[in-house]
């Protein structure tokens, strides 16, 4: 069943439409991305259009200028949007505080094969269906292709080791000007989750206890910390985060400065827009670590999603309203750089994959859709994680103290579960 605009109109739940015709109805809708909005514009006219009576106003807070503290205000005084977008990272906590309704007997099995089953289940909290996936997510690793064969170094490929990743690393790190300070870097490495998880999680290794109220991080997470930490104080790789200050970190690898660099395939778009239009660049899923076993081995990966407002009054309507941001109404150039529609056969079409652009292997990030996946989020992952940390206050900020090599990863491995326990027991 093709949720396109046109089916959607003719399968409108009795109550939503009598109600959209009866009276003029306001949908809200809260946004963590104003570019994303931008392109979503043509769609949500198609849903007013479809829908005479309703319009949509859009709250547009950006990510980093206060989202999810705006969110919880809203929360706290019972006036959440009809429909907001909800993270992987946050939705256990803010479905288990009964924040999101449940739509569980509102999807159909027909409609949730139409979608990456991976990327629907992470809306599943305590068997309640709470969040719908718009699209997903992946780190992969970024290689320029041209240092590679500048330094007549194999280009990495699915079945790379870490060793073969680490020979490569030191070739790749070029002092070109004699000055002792590379003026090429093999690798580019910060504290942030999309930097670390994806090496931790194909070795095999976890953060968190089995039912996820403590950190408890097993052998395999330990040594896959250290191989990155030697990656920057030992081997000299990596450059340290402080000899970056200055310089965002999505940029090092586009403006040429690193060979490698692992981070979200979101990041793709800002590649494209900031590398040399010669420069030749690939992709490539984190190597598997010399710890993992074939069923510990998983891909990090994760969804961006919608969910409706436990408290909206208009329940039916906000629900066929995230149907049209998710289905078959959409076209794969609403889905910006590596941004991976949920919808399958947008995500498989032509349009999607961009054979005309780099990376020309987009289709790996199907291929890693396909494995068994595993996000790590718990409840209170962003603040045990330390997600957009600076500094001291989580796992971020204190990886990024090892890195700076201003204490090692065993003080930092002691401070951030003492400090994630603190936050996980409340």
């Not at 046109?6 to 439409?17: C, F, N, P, Y």
């Not at 991976?118 to 718009?134: C, E």
Request: aromatic share 10%; charged share 20%; proline share 5%.
């Amino acid at each position: 069943m093709k949720l396109i605009p046109k089916v959607i109109a003719g399968m409108v739940l009795a109550s939503a439409a009598t109600a959209a015709l009866a009276q003029d109805i306001t949908l809200t809708y809260m946004s963590w991305d104003p570019k994303q909005v931008e392109v979503e514009w043509p769609t949500i006219a198609d849903f007013e259009k479809a829908h005479p009576g309703v319009k949509v106003k859009i709250i547009e807070v950006p990510a980093d200028q206060g989202y999810w503290p705006k969110l919880t205000s809203m929360a706290a005084g019972s006036s959440l949007p009809d429909v907001f977008m909800m993270s992987s990272g946050f939705v256990k906590e803010w479905g288990e505080a009964g924040n999101l309704l449940d739509l569980t007997g509102l999807v159909t099995d027909e409609q949730l094969s139409e979608y990456y089953e991976s990327a629907a289940n992470i809306g599943l909290v305590n068997g309640k269906r709470v969040a719908f996936p718009q699209n997903w997510v992946a780190p992969v690793m970024f290689y320029n292709i041209d240092m590679f064969e500048a330094a007549n170094v194999p280009l990495p490929t699915a079945d790379w080791t870490w060793d073969e990743f680490l020979s490569a690393a030191k070739s790749l790190t070029i002092d070109k000007n004699g000055d002792g300070k590379p003026d090429q870097w093999g690798m580019s490495l910060y504290g942030r989750y999309a930097h670390i998880e994806p090496w931790v999680f194909r070795n095999g290794g976890r953060y968190l206890n089995e039912d996820e109220t403590a950190l408890d991080l097993n052998d395999e997470a330990v040594n896959a910390l250290r191989f990155l930490t030697d990656l920057v104080v030992k081997e000299k790789v990596a450059p340290m985060p402080q000899e970056m200050e200055g310089i965002r970190q999505q940029d090092i690898f586009p403006l040429g400065m690193a060979a490698m660099w692992v981070d979200g395939s979101w990041n793709i778009a800002n590649t494209r827009d900031n590398a040399d239009a010669s420069m030749n660049w690939g992709i490539v899923q984190v190597p598997v670590g010399p710890d993992a076993t074939t069923d510990s081995a998983v891909a990090y990966a994760w969804a961006d999603m919608l969910s409706v407002g436990a408290t909206s009054k208009h329940p039916d309507l906000a629900w066929e309203f995230v149907q049209h941001m998710v289905g078959g109404g959409r076209s794969a150039s609403d889905f910006l750089g590596g941004k991976i529609p949920a919808y399958v056969s947008i995500a498989q079409s032509k349009d999607w994959l961009e054979k005309d652009q780099r990376p020309a292997n987009k289709e790996l990030l199907l291929q890693i859709g396909e494995q068994p996946v595993y996000t790590g989020f718990s409840r209170n992952w962003g603040a045990w994680r330390g997600y957009a940390a600076d500094g001291a206050g989580g796992m971020n900020g204190e990886l990024d103290e090892v890195f700076n090599g201003r204490q090692s990863l065993e003080e930092a491995i002691e401070k951030f579960t003492a400090h994630g326990n603190d936050v996980l027991s409340k």
